[in-house]
């Protein structure tokens, strides 16, 4: 499919001559849970350079509160956790990775544990939680219902002791450099540096998710989809981009930004209500409150259509006194700053964009289909999620696979061989004389437009006018050449949001967090990914088979 989305192959002008170099074994992406892994990991038998575009503290990881999912207690076991991740998953997802993640995740919590990870306990023991999806209490977290900040300060202060391992903060990646058919780094701004050009025998993205393209989300301000558009523009081939899930409870205060309440609520007794007082999610699904995600999420989005109304509520009233503010502090304490007190008020929710299940298609060890570059965490699509993410899955995938595509990425820059000299790579784009668009308007457009035709129900009719209103934006943004931050993450933002919309017009289905309300059945002919790819200057989509 031709499209101005694919006509640009770098977002900057560079010329090597003019701006500085630096040199490493492994270039690494971002710093969440799963850049972190990777980049100690590779710093082990290498020289790891690791970029952020804020600080590396600010992630995606930081703000996951539920937990981590591992089966670390019997009568729990690595194959019931095995078994729940496919069931939620939908038919998508690739065994191998699944039953690697699920057997090798209780060996992960305790090398962080013993690396200075302090998580709840009970009874000197692990604690250990229940949340929808899941068939027994496995989820660990951290000071109730900070888990991801925990996982980082811990990641944070491994890396900052690893000798082979820098990291350059307030560096923001803008594109992947290729030489030969192969990624050789990256081309990055400084704030105080200026565009710099990083060379590497592997690179790996790790950049995280693209929840910002959506008007509501949990997603901090970062997760614009860097990453996931580098690679495409790279030519790596990109995966089931049309699985976005919706996190079913988000604070709902009119004005304010969407504030995550975790699914661990719920799996503490939370009880979802419309505005009658009625308790509705059992008309849905049997497990009521504690269904997957995307059966939650529809849930309340009917039953809001049926009231006519904007949001439902959570009420947690009938927990015993004080135990909601002991078990969730944070969230608690959330509540409390719009006026509410969860022990006494129902709390307002609607679903919010929570995260990208699809992205650059990866293996096992997160080999993309570009030599040299590798991929893991939101970024990637490893076959863990399938159609549908279960619950606090994530940050175990950041950290299995996090680690194993460190240690590709240094076997891969060690049979390389060092880059020792810049290659000769420049580009410069004609000036246009189009109209120069308000970025800030088409960014606040284009979230609207997302949520409003890709959200949680989507038909073919939405889904062909989304395309041709993105198309219409790019005419006069893809051809310009910008020079900070805010305009490269409106170009990266209508790079995803296009291939999200193209790949779910072409799944005529309904299969897990992706809902056609014009082929409302899961079809066994889709039981196939969605890939795409940039070729050519087009946008090249075709099925593969599950492997």
Known sequence: ???????????????????????????????GVAGLCAAIEAAHSCDVLLVTKSGC???????????????????????????????????LARNAVVELVTRE????????????????????????????????????????????REISRALLDQARRTARLRMF?????IDLLTHEGQVAGAVTHHPKYGHQMFWAGATVVASGGCGRIFRETTNPALATGDGMAMAFRAGATLRDMEMVQFHPTTLYVAGAARALISEAVRGEGGRLLNRAGERFMPRYDERAELAPRD???????????????THVFLDVRHLPPGRFAARFPNIDRLCR????????????????????????????DGRTSVRRLLACGEAASSGLHGANRLASNSLLEGLVLGQ?????????????????HAYDIAHRVPHSSRTELDLQDVVHSLRSLMSRNVGIERSADRLRE?????????????????????????????????????????????????????????????????????????????TSEID
Not at 8 to 30: K, S
Request: hydrophobic share 40%.
């Open 1 to 31: 499919m031709s499209s101005l989305i694919a006509q640009r192959r770098y977002l900057t002008n560079f010329e090597p001559h003019r701006v500085p170099h630096l040199f490493t074994d492994v270039l690494v992406i971002g710093s």
């Open 57 to 91: 503290e600010e992630s995606t990881t930081r703000y996951a509160q539920g937990g981590v999912a591992a089966a670390i207690n019997p009568p729990d076991s690595p194959e019931l956790h095995a078994r729940d991740t496919l069931e939620t998953a939908c038919g």
């Open 105 to 148: 995740g209780p060996g992960r919590i305790a090398a962080l544990t013993a690396a200075g990870a302090r998580f709840d306990l009970t009874g000197g023991v692990l604690a250990a939680g229940l949340e929808g999806g899941h068939s027994a209490a496995r989820i660990i977290h951290a000071d109730g219902d900070a888990t991801g």
């Open 169 to 173: 903060e307030q560096c923001h990646a």
């Open 295 to 309: 059966v939650v999420s529809r849930g309340i989005v009917e039953e809001m259509k049926r009231e006519r109304g």
């Open 337 to 364: 700053d719009f006026d509410l007190d969860p022990q006494r008020d129902l709390i307002p929710v609607r679903p919010a964009a929570h995260y990208c299940v699809g992205g650059v298609a990866v293996d096992l």
């Open 404 to 420: 194993r595509t460190g240690r590709a990425a240094a076997e891969s820059a060690s049979a390389f061989g060092r880059i020792d």
């Open 466 to 542: 989304t395309l041709e209103i993105i198309e219409f934006w790019a005419r006069y943004v893809m051809d310009k050449v910008f020079d900070d931050v805010p305009a490269w993450e409106t170009q990266n933002m209508l790079t995803v949001a296009y291939l999200i919309a193209l790949s779910a017009a072409t799944r005529t289905e309904s299969r897990g967090v992706h809902f056609r309300s014009d082929f409302a059945e899961t079809s066994a002919d889709w039981a196939r990914h969605v890939d795409v790819r940039r070729a050519d200057d087009r946008v090249d989509v075709r």
